[in-house]
């Protein structure tokens, strides 16, 4: 469903149906304990560039609020953490780099070897 930002988020939900207007995010809802939605969290979340970039099924997100400095509104962060290698994903638009490997055009190992000599 479309954020308020705009973008594409499987975890935002609508209801305008006969004039409802009820909006949530399903995963600061799932968090433990439960975050509070608020509707510019939408405008810098990272999780619609993330589930754009990498559609690992093993991969679960963890959100939490934090405050960059102590004038400005609080922002969603995210963690990550592969449930198939057991293991914290350092970059989530990336993954963990063991469920799907990298093609060898973004390795560097494909570069030293196309090098000429």
């Keep these: 469903m479309r954020t308020p930002a705009g973008k ?3 975890y935002f939900f609508g209801d305008y149906y006969r004039g409802r207007n009820t909006e949530e995010c399903r995963l600061l809802n799932q968090a433990r304990p ?3 939605w608020k509707r510019h969290f939408c405008a810098n979340c990272p999780v619609p560039g993330i589930l754009l ?3 690992c099924t093993s991969m679960v997100l963890k959100p939490d609020l934090y ?3 102590p004038f400005l509104r ?3 962060r995210i963690s990550a953490f592969c449930l198939k290698s057991n293991q914290t994903v350092s970059e989530p638009h990336i993954g963990c780099g063991e469920c ?3 093609p060898a055009v973004f390795s560097r190992e494909s570069d030293d070897a196309n090098a000429p000599a």
């Design 8 to 10: 594409e988020c499987q």
């Design 34 to 36: 439960p975050l509070r």
């Design 53 to 55: 970039a990498n559609a």
């Design 67 to 69: 405050r960059p400095f």
């Design 74 to 76: 609080q922002q969603v």
């Design 100 to 102: 799907h490997q990298i």
